[in-house]
């Protein structure tokens, strides 16, 4: 089983940025699209952004285009965050997630019920 710890939040200005960390150990999968969520209090949790298993295709929600970016470094198992421009509506515990299913790739947009194993998630505070 996958092992998935976050790092990198913390508070910050709007306007600021953020980079989160996403480390897995354990069995890990380099053939699974790997994502990030977030959940703001009273909210259901969201899509943020998901990468392919060999970090060549990716997919943003509408509310993070332009300013977040999904990486990842395949050698050291770990899916980065960049978060740019961010806005007080961006406050949330962030997760990651491995896809369930090895190799796949979503012909619309990725549900989260494709994804299995998550993370304790970090929490981003971004203040006005």
């Known amino acids: 089983q996958v092992r998935l710890v976050e790092s990198g939040g913390g508070l910050v200005q709007a306007g600021g940025s953020l980079r989160l960390s996403c480390a897995a150990s354990?069995?890990?999968?380099?053939?699974?699209?790997m994502g990030w969520f977030r959940q703001a209090t009273g909210k259901e949790r969201e899509l943020v952004a998901v990468?392919?298993?060999?970090?060549?295709?990716?997919y943003s929600g509408d509310s993070v285009k332009g300013r977040f970016t999904i990486s990842r470094d395949t050698t050291e198992n770990t899916v980065y965050l960049q978060m740019n421009s961010l806005k007080p509506e961006d406050t949330a515990i962030y997760y990651c997630?491995?896809?369930?299913?090895?190799?796949?790739?979503?012909?619309?947009?990725?549900?989260?019920?494709?994804?299995?194993?998550w993370g304790q998630g970090t929490q981003v505070t971004v203040s006005s």
């Open positions: 354990g069995r890990t999968a380099s053939t699974n699209s």
């Open positions: 990468i392919s298993w060999n970090g060549d295709r990716t």
């Open positions: 997630a491995q896809d369930r299913r090895a190799w796949r790739w979503y012909s619309g947009s990725p549900d989260i019920s494709d994804f299995g194993s």
